[in-house]
């Protein structure tokens, strides 16, 4: 019963925030953001009364001086929310396919997000390149998820190339981040009742790595810590 208010109250915020926010799409990007953030916060808030599920951030006291990329474990939608939330104004790596959902595409543009088509090849890696260097100049941090997609909590999947271009081409700190949401929010179902979701921001990668050593120090910090908050 919870779940099933839970849904309905999800939705009807959603349908609110987006018809609220339209006159925004011809207002300074910030008040998108602003709304952005007032629907996550609206979200999270909606989590801890009807579902008992609230949340936890460690490890803040690691973030260096701003901008930076983080480099975050995805395993459930909750993780494309909790976004708008840790950071003030991220630029998110994003599926391009996204921008096609009506009013909340268009608010992904206007925020100026980082849209990519993972089918372009080279051609993706290299709009992400230059529109986070965009975001840079702008003091933004770049959000990715260095697998490109979901993976269920416990399962393995390999690690993209996406992000060694950026902490390279842009000689830029990259902070890894373990999380366990997908314990409490599987990405093929609803939220459970009950629970405490963790993000923990692990020790940073500061420029200067090769490919092979940046690769093993980012996927091996982030999985080892995402299997510890899961255990």
Not at 75 to 91: E, F, G
Not at 185 to 196: E, L, Q, V
Request: with cysteine.
């Amino acid at each position: 019963m919870k779940k099933i208010l839970f849904i309905i109250l999800f939705w009807s915020w959603s349908i609110v925030i987006n018809i609220l926010f339209i006159p925004s799409l011809v207002l300074p990007r910030k008040v998108v953001v602003f709304g952005q953030k007032t629907w996550a916060v609206g979200i999270m808030y909606l989590l801890r009364k009807i579902l008992n599920l609230t949340y936890a951030i460690e490890g803040k006291e690691l973030l260096p001086v701003k901008p930076y990329i983080i480099a975050i474990k995805h395993q459930s939608m909750w993780d494309t929310i909790i976004l708008h939330l840790i950071d003030k104004d991220p630029a998110i790596v994003m599926k391009k396919e996204l921008l096609k959902i009506p009013i909340y595409g268009w608010y992904c543009k206007k925020s100026k997000m980082i849209p990519i088509d993972r089918s372009a090849g080279l051609k993706s890696l290299k709009f992400m390149l230059k529109e986070s260097k965009k975001a840079l100049k702008e003091n933004r941090n770049i959000i990715i998820f260095p697998q490109g997609t979901r993976v269920p909590p416990r399962e393995k999947s390999a690690y993209l190339p996406g992000t060694y271009l950026l902490y390279n081409k842009l000689n830029i700190t990259v902070i890894p981040c373990a999380l366990n949401s997908g314990l409490f929010w599987p990405s093929n179902n609803w939220p459970a009742t009950g629970g405490n979701i963790k993000i923990r921001f692990l020790n940073p990668i500061h420029p200067g790595l090769d490919k092979d050593h940046f690769g093993k120090e980012l996927k091996e910090s982030i999985e080892r810590e995402s299997d510890l908050l899961i255990d």
